[in-house]
């Protein structure tokens, strides 16, 4: 299946996200409501193009394109934060819950999709059942506290191409405080629906995510281990 | 890539339209409410930064020396209607403009504080090559709230663009939050970002809300208590515009002033960055900086006592408090704001 076939387009702000539908729910009558897995794509990547070969997911599969990304809106002039991007996700879990609070998903991500992925968990964590983090581009971040991080405007011949050259710069140096990152895991154990609502599966670990890993409540384990955890 | 060879003024605005939704106050001949000493820049124009459409703002003879001004977070440079003729009396081009979503620059789809910085590196490029400087030379800054923190960080991050800085009221602290408990600080956040992520989910069809234009100043006069009604309403002329709604409804509720600002942003937020930073940077800065503090806490202003301030002031700088005056020390205080500033900046060159 290409990425294009099976797209809903979702309005977030002045952005048009694709949120791409990688496998249908079951329709059986006989199966109970199946839980959809969100994948959160990388700095730089796009949705892949069919339900990737780690995922071990018996229900539905979405994919979404992050602003500036893939067949999503690319914006003028820059901007970007990962607040803008849980925001996209946010959009997106909206649709997968038919906006019913009482309906949930799992949501993998790799790199920035991880640490996103760790945001959404923390801000809708009654509607997360389990944030998977895995390895992936934008995964690090940038500084943890005060620099001296400098500026410069691109040149007009790189602008409106996806991925958003803008969305790179940015987004590779974004400040990620450990202490910030950990306030989404307080959230999460305080909401979420799972007795461990994180599983951080990567090899890497940024500081933001060793702190995550440490914290309490959060499984640090392989990724076959994480998909039964939220089965 | 500038548009600085064709400058143009606003398009004629509807002054009977203007005049027939004034609410009696007489407005000059380009539909604004007069206050003494306040002008329209001499030169308005639009810039393309990076895709986007600014509007730049100019005071003062073209040749002059350029300096730069730079509003605040839900403000417009013609905020600085009083302040930057006086600045510009003193030999200066004075050059502002209204930030991304703010005034009449472009609505974007986003915005983020690195955004507004490399829009302020774009404005820096354009007032000194249209100076006729072909290379990057230091030229005064003058940052008022949001703008003097901005530019406060950029003084850290490129230095040799500031001849001299001048902060007004934009010296963040610490959130203004009073101490609470661990569990009482998750549940706030909790509701901040729940709160944050609703408005974003409604974000793309919001209007603002139009009012009158003295119904509007009065709302206004909310964030800004100490600033006079005339200088309020003003604002509403300046910074908003006239908007019909329904025309075959006498009592639409869309029809009226409403501010030009973007719709969908919104004060407060969260995020990782912490306003206490800003003074480390302080601390570091090369160049002469002048801090102009106001005495008075308003809603509007980051609420520093100002001997917080004093310990990371850099080595050649002095910071000047206002006894009385509130956060918009250039509006309440213009004549005394302006001359500190004029001493401070020297002989244009």
Not at chain 2, 162 to 177: E, Q
């Amino acid at each position: 299946m290409s990425v294009s076939e099976r797209v809903t387009w979702l309005r977030h702000n002045r952005v048009d996200l694709a949120l791409h539908e990688l496998r249908a729910a079951d329709a059986s009558p006989t199966r109970r409501a199946q839980r959809p897995l969100l994948i959160l794509h990388g700095l730089g990547e796009a949705t892949p193009a069919q339900v990737p070969s780690w995922v071990e997911w018996c229900g539905p599969v979405f994919g979404l394109d992050f602003t500036g990304h893939g067949q999503s809106t690319v914006p003028a002039g820059g901007g970007y934060s990962s607040e803008t991007l849980l925001a996209d996700a946010d959009h997106a879990l909206a649709e997968l819950t038919g906006d019913d609070a009482e309906r949930s998903i799992t949501v993998v991500g790799r790199g920035l999709g991880a640490y996103v992925a760790l945001q959404l968990a923390g801000a809708r964590a009654p509607q997360i059942h389990g944030a998977i983090l895995l390895d992936g581009p934008g995964l690090a971040g940038g500084a943890t506290g005060p620099s001296s991080m400098s500026y410069t405007p691109l040149p007009t011949s790189l602008v409106g191409q996806t991925p958003d050259q803008y969305g790179l710069i940015e987004l590779s140096r974004e400040l990620r405080p450990a202490d910030y990152a950990t306030s989404f895991v307080r959230l999460a154990n305080g909401g979420s629906p799972a007795a461990t609502p994180i599983a951080v599966c990567a090899t890497f670990r940024p500081m933001w995510l060793d702190a995550v890993a440490a914290a309490p409540g959060v499984a640090d384990v392989d990724l076959a281990d994480a998909w039964s955890l939220y089965a | 890539m500038f548009a600085y060879d064709r400058p143009v003024t606003s398009g004629a605005p509807d002054i009977e339209r203007r005049r027939a939704a004034a609410d009696g106050l007489d407005l000059d001949g380009h539909g604004e409410v007069p206050v003494p000493g306040a002008e329209r820049p001499a030169r308005s124009y639009d810039l393309e930064v990076g895709g986007l459409r600014l509007r730049v703002h100019e005071w003062g003879d073209p040749d002059a020396p350029p300096m730069l001004l730079m509003h605040g977070g839900f403000d417009f440079a013609r905020t600085f209607d009083g302040f930057a003729p006086r600045l510009a009396a003193g030999g200066w081009r004075v050059v502002s403009w209204d930030q991304r979503g703010h005034g009449e620059s472009e609505h974007a789809a986003l915005y983020s504080w690195d955004g507004d910085m490399r829009d302020a590196l774009a404005i820096f490029d354009h007032a000194i090559s249209t100076s006729g400087d072909e290379t990057t030379r230091p030229i005064p800054v003058v940052g008022h709230s949001k703008g003097g923190a901005l530019m406060t960080q950029l003084a850290d991050a490129q230095p040799h663009r500031f001849r001299c800085l001048v902060n007004m009221d934009g010296i963040p602290y610490k959130r203004n939050i009073p101490e609470m408990a661990e569990h009482e600080r998750t549940t706030m956040l909790a509701n901040d970002i729940a709160g944050w992520l609703d408005h974003r989910r409604a974000a793309g069809t919001k209007q603002r809300r139009p009012d009158t234009l003295t119904g509007l100043a009065t709302r206004r006069a909310r964030m800004n208590p100490r600033l006079p009604e005339l200088w309020l309403q003003r604002l509403v002329t300046t910074g908003g515009e006239l908007v019909d709604g329904d025309r075959t409804d006498p009592d639409s509720k869309d029809a009226g002033w409403r501010w030009r600002l973007d719709p969908s942003m919104r004060f407060g937020g969260f995020g990782p960055w912490r306003p206490e930073w800003m003074l480390l940077r302080l601390a570091g800065l090369p160049m002469p900086f002048l801090g102009v503090l106001g005495s008075e806490m308003e809603e509007m202003g980051w609420g520093t006592p100002p001997d917080k301030v004093a310990p990371y002031l850099p080595l050649d700088s002095r910071c000047e408090v206002l006894d009385g005056v509130g956060h918009f020390v250039h509006i309440e205080q213009p004549d005394l704001v302006a001359g500190m500033v004029l001493e401070f900046l020297g002989t244009p060159s």
